[in-house]
């Protein structure tokens, strides 16, 4: 008799499945194919793939993960498979132009930094990683045609990113044809059950269940979890605008990031970074509406859960002691980074200097932190369009950014 006692029963995994998931193609498949695998005893087959095209995971990439994860805690094996074949095409998701490619170097590095942070959410016992150079790589000429027939050219082109760029005449790159072929190859290789994405990627998803059936394979199940706006409110989370929270940032960042994040935006946060039930999130809602609980005391609840995930419930702790004392009443840290910086022709071009030392994100948040007056040196706040301070040799200066980023800097 098969063992059904490792998978809970599907009407019990359905809804934690389904929970945020914004596309399933199809419920009813998906359902089937929980109850084919807990009648013979067999995990499904999740995959989900990720192009290491960055340094960092973010809490952004962690609703995927954590997706994931509740697939694991029904029993299924879940596969991380890092993109280093397809990284190296670039996926034109999203794009008005081509994608520039990444070096094999980039691609390598960056996957170490994937497979190391993605155990914050991942049960690193179960956890499958694999790359896609295995078998892409080994796709002979006649195994790439053979792909390529199993798809057409106007079937591409309803792609919204493609028809956009064919009608406005901007240049498609061939290769760009081959990315989302590629990723479907993925789950014919893997021989998928089911695989995950964020919501842009639903095209690139559709395409695995339409070529599985020319290799002999049921069409997999599609299911899309949602993009995360950034701290912003407005834009998705993204390292380069600078409205992200990092999984490997300190517990103090996390905490004053997600402080930072307006009251109707940290509803979205509970529901889709922790594990708080959707009834107890209504709960939630209902205290801050009725005025029994302040927004502030419910997102300092959302800060303990996120930093719990990453760094534990003492690191959690200690940082809000922290954020209470430093934000609250007008204190600096107890640790904050210190660092070197040349000194030059005796002025510091500010846009160098904060992105270096890692307190913005890119040269364009420089510039909206310093119109904003966000940015202190040695508490003298600096004004709108000042790119450059004075320093000289053996300056010892503390840098602030915003209410929550400090450093120490020695010119030398």
């Given at each position: 008799m098969?063992?059904?006692?490792?998978?809970p029963p599907?009407?019990?995994?359905m809804?934690?499945?389904l929970?945020?998931?914004?596309?399933?193609?199809?419920?009813?498949?998906?359902?089937?194919?929980?109850?084919?695998?807990r009648?013979?005893?067999?995990?499904?087959?999740?995959?989900?793939?990720?192009?290491?095209?960055?340094?960092?995971?973010?809490?952004?990439?962690?609703?995927?993960?954590?997706?994931?994860r509740?697939f694991?805690?029904c029993g299924?094996?879940?596969?991380?498979?890092?993109?280093d074949?397809t990284?190296?095409?670039?996926?034109?998701?999203?794009?008005?132009k081509t994608?520039?490619?990444?070096?094999?170097?980039?691609?390598?590095e960056?996957?170490?930094?994937?497979k190391?942070q993605?155990?914050?959410?991942l049960?690193?016992?179960?956890?499958?990683?694999?790359?896609?150079?295995?078998?892409?790589?080994?796709?002979?000429a006649?195994?790439?045609?053979?792909?390529?027939?199993?798809?057409?050219?106007a079937?591409?082109?309803?792609r919204?990113d493609?028809k956009?760029?064919?009608?406005?005449?901007q240049a498609?790159?061939?290769h760009?044809?081959?990315?989302?072929?590629a990723?479907?190859?993925?789950s014919v290789?893997?021989e998928?059950d089911?695989?995950?994405?964020?919501?842009?990627?639903?095209?690139?998803l559709?395409?695995?269940?339409?070529?599985?059936?020319?290799?002999?394979?049921?069409?997999q199940?599609?299911?899309?979890?949602?993009?995360?706006?950034?701290?912003?409110?407005?834009?998705?989370?993204?390292?380069?605008?600078?409205?992200?929270?990092?999984?490997?940032?300190?517990p103090?960042?996390?905490?004053?990031?997600?402080?930072s994040i307006g009251?109707?935006?940290?509803?979205?946060?509970y529901?889709l970074?922790?594990?708080?039930?959707l009834?107890?999130i209504?709960?939630?809602?209902g205290?801050?509406?009725s005025?029994?609980?302040h927004p502030?005391?419910?997102?300092?609840?959302?800060?303990?859960?996120?930093?719990?995930?990453f760094?534990?419930?003492?690191?959690?702790?200690?940082?809000?002691?922290?954020?209470?004392?430093?934000?609250?009443?007008g204190?600096?840290?107890?640790?904050i980074?210190?660092?070197r910086?040349?000194?030059?022709?005796?002025?510091?071009?500010?846009?160098?200097?904060?992105?270096?030392l890692?307190?913005?994100?890119?040269?364009?948040?420089?510039n909206?932190?310093?119109?904003?007056?966000?940015?202190?040196?040695?508490?003298?706040?600096?004004?709108?369009?000042?790119?450059e301070?004075?320093v000289a040799?053996?300056?010892r200066?503390?840098?602030?950014?915003?209410?929550?980023?400090?450093a120490?800097?020695?010119f030398?």
């Amino acid at each position: 008799m098969a063992d059904r006692k490792k998978f809970p029963p599907v009407e019990e995994q359905m809804p934690r499945l389904l929970r945020g998931a914004v596309d399933v193609v199809t419920e009813d498949g998906l359902r089937k194919r929980l109850t084919e695998a807990r009648e013979a005893g067999r995990p499904l087959t999740v995959k989900v793939g990720f192009d290491p095209t960055a340094p960092d995971i973010h809490l952004g990439h962690t609703v995927l993960l954590r997706k994931m994860r509740q697939f694991q805690d029904c029993g299924h094996r879940v596969i991380f498979l890092i993109g280093d074949f397809t990284g190296m095409i670039g996926d034109p998701t999203g794009r008005s132009k081509t994608r520039p490619a990444l070096t094999r170097e980039q691609i390598v590095e960056n996957a170490e930094t994937y497979k190391r942070q993605c155990f914050k959410i991942l049960d690193p016992e179960v956890t499958e990683i694999r790359f896609n150079r295995e078998w892409l790589g080994a796709l002979d000429a006649d195994g790439f045609i053979r792909l390529a027939a199993s798809y057409n050219v106007a079937r591409m082109l309803e792609r919204n990113d493609f028809k956009q760029r064919y009608e406005k005449g901007q240049a498609i790159g061939v290769h760009e044809f081959l990315y989302p072929l590629a990723q479907a190859y993925d789950s014919v290789d893997l021989e998928a059950d089911v695989e995950l994405g964020g919501t842009d990627q639903l095209f690139n998803l559709n395409v695995g269940r339409d070529i599985m059936p020319s290799y002999g394979l049921e069409p997999q199940v599609v299911l899309t979890t949602p993009l995360l706006e950034g701290l912003d409110g407005a834009e998705k989370m993204s390292k380069s605008l600078g409205n992200y929270v990092g999984v490997d940032d300190a517990p103090r960042d996390i905490y004053g990031k997600t402080m930072s994040i307006g009251d109707d935006l940290m509803w979205r946060y509970y529901e889709l970074c922790t594990d708080v039930s959707l009834e107890g999130i209504e709960r939630l809602k209902g205290l801050v509406g009725s005025g029994e609980l302040h927004p502030k005391k419910a997102k300092e609840g959302l800060a303990m859960r996120i930093i719990t995930d990453f760094h534990g419930e003492a690191a959690a702790r200690e940082a809000r002691e922290e954020f209470e004392r430093v934000f609250r009443e007008g204190g600096t840290p107890d640790e904050i980074a210190e660092h070197r910086f040349p000194a030059g022709d005796g002025t510091a071009f500010l846009p160098r200097l904060l992105t270096e030392l890692g307190l913005a994100a890119s040269k364009t948040e420089v510039n909206r932190l310093l119109k904003q007056r966000a940015v202190r040196v040695d508490g003298e706040q600096i004004g709108a369009g000042v790119l450059e301070i004075p320093v000289a040799a053996g300056d010892r200066k503390l840098i602030k950014v915003g209410k929550r980023r400090f450093a120490r800097v020695t010119f030398e």
